[in-house]
């Protein structure tokens, strides 16, 4: 997997979307600039962004464009449609708000953004691939890309779509590496196999794994390294094949510090740090109100074609997680199956299950997951 489109071998980018805010709630542009100075200094050169992300665009304005020569970074960008958009040319006017909003002049990245069941076909229906390759045959745009929030299957079926794709930015994290919902290590396997470095969002999963349970805690804990909960996520992230960038959402000086502490000069994590993280894997699993091992006998005679053990895993990792987030891999197990309301209690899910589980009445609890 070559990663050549990265500038140099620093793997930590600046992710834009948690900027630290004043207690007006305005984007602490002066604080910001320090962050961006820290991290230019500390040999960092990638900074993400989007069109979705309020007063982003124009923070990075300020805080960079207006402040460095373009050459000393590179900035990433997003198209986003949504399932119930229907102005063609409102969408496409994104990409010209965007460069108004940053005075980039060109983005090196530019991503078609949060691929999902619901939305992905927009981009094609309306012809924004097609609307992307123009702008970059005008130089507005360097390297073309997605990021995605489904399921293999979907992605699969994108890239041999979309040879033109350079690159997929997937969310990945030693929590969501097994986890049906997120699929991160099978996602990561298959852009390795179409040749697609990844970019990676979530590498903490939204900040749970800068503060995660107490079980996983302890084990960090009893290696006295004296290293942040993050960086083990950051650098399980960071260390895997066909990786070419790990985004971080930073938003104090005091995160971007911590970062660069042990991103500065990365060493991936040695054997005996690995099996650490698959002693955390194992305690996250352990950690659940449903004792499921997944043997899916359930599934075979279900009538209603339910994915009965992907939609308990979900329940069981919402620990901590925000609710859309819950919602979104909750959607992507279920998609194209049945869901939890659609049980029709015949129990031979019940009689096929060896752990005895009631899952009439646990699949009953799971409907809340359906929002």
């Known amino acids: 997997m070559s990663n050549s489109l990265a500038k140099g071998d620093f793997k930590l980018g600046f992710g834009l979307m948690r900027l630290p805010r004043t207690e007006s709630s305005e984007i602490d542009i002066p604080q910001v600039s320090e962050m961006v100075d820290r991290f230019l200094e500390a040999g960092g050169t990638y900074f993400d962004t989007a069109f979705a992300y309020p007063g982003s665009e124009e923070a990075i304005k300020k805080a960079l464009?207006?402040?460095?020569?373009?050459?000393?970074?590179?900035?990433?960008?997003?198209?986003?449609?949504?399932?119930?958009?229907?102005?063609?040319?409102?969408?496409?006017?994104?990409?010209?708000?965007?460069?108004?909003?940053?005075?980039?002049?060109?983005?090196?990245?530019?991503?078609?953004?949060?691929?999902?069941?619901?939305?992905?076909?927009?981009?094609?229906?309306?012809?924004?691939?097609?609307?992307?390759?123009?702008?970059?045959?005008?130089?507005?745009?360097?390297?073309?890309?997605?990021?995605?929030?489904?399921?293999?299957?979907?992605?699969?079926?994108?890239?041999?779509?979309?040879?033109?794709?350079?690159?997929?930015?997937?969310?990945?994290?030693?929590?969501?590496?097994?986890?049906?919902?997120?699929?991160?290590?099978?996602?990561?396997?298959?852009?390795?196999?179409?040749?697609?470095?990844?970019?990676?969002?979530?590498?903490?999963?939204?900040?749970?794994?800068?503060?995660?349970?107490?079980?996983?805690?302890?084990?960090?804990?009893?290696e006295s390294n004296g290293l942040s909960y993050s960086s083990w996520a950051i650098r399980f992230v960071a260390g895997q094949e066909g990786v070419m960038m790990t985004l971080s959402g930073m938003s104090s000086l005091a995160q971007m510090e911590d970062n660069l502490s042990y991103m500065k000069n990365f060493r991936p994590l040695d054997e005996h740090e690995m099996e650490v993280i698959r002693e955390v894997q194992e305690a996250l699993n352990k950690d659940q109100s449903i004792p499921c091992t997944a043997c899916r006998y359930c599934t075979k005679g279900c009538p209603m074609n339910i994915p009965i053990p992907d939609i308990f895993s979900v329940e069981n990792r919402k620990k901590g997680s925000p609710e859309f987030r819950t919602i979104r891999e909750y959607n992507i197990v279920t998609q194209g199956k049945g869901r939890a309301s659609d049980c029709i209690q015949c129990g031979q899910c019940e009689e096929a299950c060896p752990q005895h589980l009631p899952i009439i009445e646990l699949l009953e609890k799971c409907r809340a997951l359906e929002g």
């Open 65 to 222: 464009v207006t402040r460095y020569p373009r050459e000393n970074y590179t900035l990433a960008t997003k198209l986003i449609a949504k399932a119930g958009d229907t102005e063609v040319e409102a969408l496409k006017q994104e990409f010209y708000t965007s460069l108004e909003r940053t005075g980039a002049g060109y983005f090196d990245f530019y991503l078609l953004h949060a691929f999902q069941r619901n939305s992905y076909y927009l981009y094609d229906q309306y012809g924004l691939w097609d609307f992307a390759k123009e702008q970059k045959a005008k130089g507005l745009i360097k390297h073309l890309g997605f990021s995605f929030h489904a399921d293999p299957e979907l992605l699969e079926e994108i890239l041999k779509a979309h040879p033109e794709a350079e690159f997929v930015q997937l969310q990945i994290n030693y929590a969501d590496w097994e986890n049906p919902g997120v699929a991160s290590r099978r996602n990561l396997e298959i852009c390795k196999a179409y040749g697609k470095p990844v970019i990676v969002m979530e590498p903490v999963k939204g900040g749970i794994l800068a503060d995660p349970i107490d079980s996983v805690k302890a084990i960090f804990d009893r």
